[in-house]
């Protein structure tokens, strides 16, 4: 079975799928010899996975900055309908503004992925771990860069077949990095060994909401640093008029929820923006990892149909 749907990247996939919380009480879902002796994950986890009979390529997402992972719902559902198992760890709850517990955690959670995760799968679904995604969302994605590049001490072994930014962050300003910082503005110094690179910018990102709030993905520290520092392949892709957090789901609850729509810039609704961004990643995905570039070319040659918003801006590294 293909692991990836052929319809429209913007719109839900072919695969049915589920949505399952794992922490710490869950139980495997399927009974094998090593089951009893499956540990939970190091993180809850929040996954969206196809319940078909199927090997599927497995995206691992970290949130944004005090973001829950079930903001993002139904974006991994989105990504997950085109045959993708789609893994989002709830890294904290309170962090300051050091993000080493952060790359410390995502490494323990690809290690514990290798043996833990297919026993919580629904039955005869099978996470391809030789096809793994590393991504994240604003401080989550300057986390993914910084587990990739393996230079503050924590990584592992599992290989990252490619690399997502999504509108990544880096501090607050140039020279106000978060500790460690990962850029370094010399240009294309991210030396990954030719890991494929996506990374997604809001062109509403680098403008402040009012004078009360800073812009949530500020000018010197956001997605265009971070794709200058890219090494090809590489892909930069700017939605115009949608802000920083218009990927996440349209009822984010909670005062973290409701503060969502209050401290960025954002655009008339979530829905396409969240449309965009999981149909760049699965139509990335789909030239990566199966080799079937067809709707990645379509959108970079402006003539897929389907786009839900205006690309302000594309660059490609090959």
Known sequence: MSSSSSRNAFEDGKYKTNLLTLDSSSRCC?????????????????????????????????????LYNSFYSQLMLHVSSHGFIFIAPQLYSIAGPDTMDEIKSTAEIMDWLSDGLNHFLPPRVTPN?????????????????????????????LKISTLIGIDPVDGTGKGKQTPPPVLTYEPNS????????LVIGSGLGETARNPLFPPCAPPG????????????????????????????????????????????????????M????????VSFLKAYLEGDDREL??????????????????????
């Open 30 to 66: 399927k009974i094998t010899p090593s089951s009893r002796a499956s540990p939970s994950p190091p993180k809850q986890l929040l996954v969206a996975t196809p319940v078909e009979e199927g090997e599927y390529p497995v995206v691992m997402l970290l949130h944004g900055y005090l």
């Open 129 to 157: 771990l030789s096809k793994f995604v590393l991504s994240g969302h604003s401080r989550g994605g300057k986390t993914a860069f910084a587990v990739a590049l393996k230079k503050f001490g924590y990584s592992s072994d």
């Open 190 to 197: 991210f030396d990954l060994d030719k890991i494929p690179m």
């Open 221 to 272: 520290v956001n997605h265009r640093e971070f794709f200058r520092e890219c090494q090809g392949p590489a892909w930069h892709f700017v939605a115009k008029d949608y802000g920083h957090l218009d990927m996440l789901d349209d009822d984010t609850r909670g005062i973290r929820g409701k503060s969502s729509y209050c401290l960025c810039k954002n655009g008339e609704e979530r829905r396409p």
């Open 274 to 281: 969240r449309r965009f961004v999981g149909g760049i990643v």
């Open 297 to 318: 070319v379509k959108i970079k040659d402006g003539c897929h149909e389907g786009v839900p918003v205006e690309i302000q801006e594309f660059e490609v590294i090959m």
